[in-house]
């Protein structure tokens, strides 16, 4: 299955209702991402972020970073399980 | 305690903090969890803005106590970075989220991204939510 298909399975079967925007236009996901949460009036922005490193070296994604300054609107940042 | 049963607040008594306090609530409240609110102060306590003083206290707890939400204050001043306390206090206490406050970017554009902030967000193995002052 393709991600863009597991995301409709999964969306579907959670029962939310959804829509899916592709952007491919030359722009970075940050700039996107805040336009799109004023453009729909977002209530909340959801991003995955990376934990830290092993050596606990600090890596703090620039689009993660730009998109917790510039949202107009809460931001839950959420990690993958460890 | 059972991970995954509490809501955790940095709490910092300006704007951006309220405005977390707010959201906190809600969050307390949609997951039907506690909420551990946890403030840090410099070793000078009785004089650091950041450290929430007695009568603004009781009116927090006052706002805690209408809101209907379980809740304990936490107030640490023992020379250590608020980062460093909120992220132990939500392991310690299993928390399912944390919620803080973020500067907004300054009128000129600058990025000003709170060094606390960032070593949360990085740190907290639970999700954070980062939520501004309303404009």
Not at chain 1, 8 to 32: H, K, M, N, T, W
Not at chain 2, 62 to 76: I, K, M, P, W
Request: aromatic content about 4%; hydrophobic content about 45%; glycine content about 10%.
């Amino acid at each position: 299955v393709s991600d863009v298909e597991f995301l409709r399975v999964r969306l579907r079967s959670s029962g939310v209702e959804f829509q899916i925007e592709q952007l491919v236009r030359g722009r970075d996901a940050a700039e996107e991402i805040a336009e799109v949460a004023e453009r729909v009036g977002a209530s909340l922005v959801v991003i995955g972020m990376r934990r830290r490193s092993p050596t606990g070296k600090l890596l703090f994604g620039s689009q993660a970073q730009r998109i917790l300054l510039d949202a107009g609107c809460p931001v839950l940042a959420v990690k993958a399980p460890s | 305690m059972l991970r995954g049963m509490t809501v955790v607040i940095g709490y910092v008594p300006n704007a951006a903090g309220r405005a977390a306090l707010d959201a906190a609530i809600e969050e307390a409240g949609r997951r039907g969890e506690r909420l551990h609110l946890v403030n840090v102060g410099e070793s000078d306590a009785s004089n650091d803005p950041k450290f929430v003083q007695e009568g603004e206290l009781e009116r927090l707890r006052g706002r805690l106590t209408d809101a209907g939400v379980a809740f304990e204050v936490e107030q640490l001043v023992r020379g250590r970075d608020a980062a460093e306390e909120v992220v132990d206090a939500a392991e310690r206490v299993g928390a399912s989220l944390i919620v803080i406050g973020m500067r907004r970017r300054s009128p000129t554009g600058k990025l000003l991204f709170g060094s606390q902030a960032q070593r949360i967000l990085l740190d907290a193995d639970c999700a954070v939510l980062a939520v501004k002052a309303a404009r």
